[in-house]
């Protein structure tokens, strides 16, 4: 399987951005998949899962309100809402499986919120 993080980038605070994760060569329907953010010198954090068959959602509390995860099911895709960007959102998101499958850990995508 391979998963490809996309959308990131550079705005100002409160500003906002829609991340996308690809996936393929993955029966994604039964599972469940999260957005993970981690900074340079930190660990890698959940931010959102979502339960793709419930389509049910998780957020940690610092991004409730701000964040949606969605799901697109015949692209085999899922996405990150950001909006309201705070400067502690700065990070590289990435998208995985919950709990994490280490063969898809990629390079992710940057999200970079400025003062």
């Known amino acids: 399987g391979q998963v490809v993080e996309s959308g990131g980038g550079m705005v100002q605070a409160g500003g906002c951005l829609r991340l996308s994760c690809a996936v393929s060569g993955v029966t994604i329907w039964y599972l469940t998949w999260a957005w993970y953010r981690q900074t340079p010198g930190g660990v890698r954090t959940l931010v959102a899962r979502?339960?793709?068959?419930?389509?049910?959602?998780f957020y940690i509390d610092s991004v409730k309100g701000r964040l949606s995860i969605t799901k697109a099911n015949a692209k085999n895709t899922i996405f990150l809402q950001i909006n309201n960007l705070y400067t502690e959102d700065t990070a590289t998101y990435h998208c995985?499986?919950?709990?994490?499958?280490?063969?898809?850990w990629g390079q992710g995508t940057q999200v970079t919120a400025s003062s």
């Open positions: 995985n499986e919950r709990p994490p499958d280490a063969a898809y």
């Open positions: 979502l339960r793709w068959m419930a389509n049910t959602e």
